[in-house]
């Protein structure tokens, strides 16, 4: 059996098998790519039938870019985000639109005056960079659960975000390979083994950045100082597995900016699964996300220092 590797840059990729069309069983997987959100979307659709999910494919797009189109033009933020932004103690907030440009990382790279950051932080422009992709997750999921749709399994990823569906033919896993956050885009450092519907967001310092007079500046803003999240020395990268994209998406931001203790009742009140990952190797378990997620490179190592759990494997 062949294997493809599909590598995207935000910080997870998707390892599918490309199948056999058996006319006895049925089987067929296509792959769709479409650029939505500022982000490239890689749909793996199989269906029941040698029919194409084309069909599938193109309304699932048009779902994305309506929720694009419709975060675009709203002044306010969705009810989801608010109670995240209290439940997190403020360590994730819709409302850094003016910090987000004073500093614009993706463009000019600009260090602000404290004075600056102070008035920006005062401003209260919605900003749902840190929803909107979950969100898309989360419209593509009600697609594939129409009737109407004879899609029986998918692996989705937008810009990173990653939803798996259904149950691939003969009861395969999805494989999803974890981006090493220390390496290249190609690099990974595990693999995920999933079954069902699972969504996987990571929030990384890796992934937008500028550097200033020897000093490195992230894309994730601590909404208390207004300058990029350390209130956890050498965390580089958080992914959350949960049942919600949005949610997801939310939640592994205030993660980074939180730290892994003081991450812990979040992701237990969203029942969210957490891998917290270390500049120096160190990877941390919250929840059960080491049951089934396997370390294959060795720069990473389990640490148990702070670990309330232990694997079911440790014995």
């Known amino acids: 059996?062949?294997?493809?590797?599909?590598?995207?840059?935000?910080?997870?990729?998707?390892?599918?098998?490309?199948?056999?069309?058996?006319?006895?069983?049925?089987?067929?997987?296509?792959?769709?790519?479409?650029?939505?959100?500022?982000?490239?979307?890689?749909?793996?659709?199989?269906?029941?039938?040698?029919?194409?999910?084309?069909?599938?494919?193109?309304?699932?797009?048009?779902?994305?870019?309506?929720?694009?189109?419709?975060?675009?033009?709203?002044?306010?933020?969705?009810?989801?985000?608010?109670?995240?932004?209290?439940?997190?103690?403020?360590?994730?907030?819709?409302?850094?639109?003016?910090?987000?440009?004073?500093?614009?990382?993706?463009?000019?790279?600009y260090v602000p005056s404290r004075e600056e950051i102070n008035e920006a932080l005062k401003q209260l422009e919605v900003d749902l960079g840190a929803y909107g992709k979950g969100a898309a997750c989360d419209a593509a999921l009600r697609v594939l659960e129409n009737d109407n749709y004879n899609v029986t399994a998918a692996v989705i990823n937008l810009g990173g975000n990653i939803l798996t569906y259904g149950k691939k033919p003969w009861n395969q896993p999805f494989k999803i390979a974890l981006r090493d956050p220390k390496g290249g885009p190609n690099d990974t450092m595990g693999v995920f083994t999933l079954r069902g519907t699972n969504f996987i967001s990571t929030s990384g310092s890796y992934e937008k950045f500028f550097e200033r007079d020897g000093k490195r500046y992230h894309h994730i803003f601590d909404p208390q100082t207004g300058y990029p999240a350390e209130r956890e020395l050498g965390l580089i990268s958080v992914t959350v597995i949960n049942g919600n994209g949005a949610i997801g998406d939310m939640v592994s931001t205030a993660c980074f900016v939180l730290g892994y203790e003081a991450s812990l009742d979040l992701l237990a009140q969203y029942n969210c699964d957490a891998l917290f990952i270390y500049e120096d190797g160190r990877v941390k378990n919250a929840g059960n996300a080491w049951d089934y997620f396997k370390l294959e490179n060795a720069s990473f190592y389990w640490d148990y220092a702070d670990i309330h759990e232990t694997p079911f494997w440790f014995w």
């Open 1 to 109: 059996m062949k294997k493809r590797v599909l590598f995207i840059a935000a910080g997870v990729v998707v390892v599918a098998a490309s199948l056999l069309v058996f006319q006895s069983q049925k089987l067929h997987m296509e792959t769709f790519t479409d650029f939505v959100m500022g982000s490239i979307l890689t749909q793996n659709l199989w269906t029941g039938d040698l029919g194409s999910p084309g069909e599938e494919a193109d309304c699932i797009v048009d779902v994305c870019r309506a929720l694009e189109e419709e975060l675009n033009n709203t002044a306010e933020a969705p009810a989801l985000a608010l109670e995240i932004m209290e439940a997190s103690g403020r360590a994730f907030t819709p409302y850094l639109g003016v910090l987000t440009k004073l500093w614009d990382i993706d463009g000019q790279a």
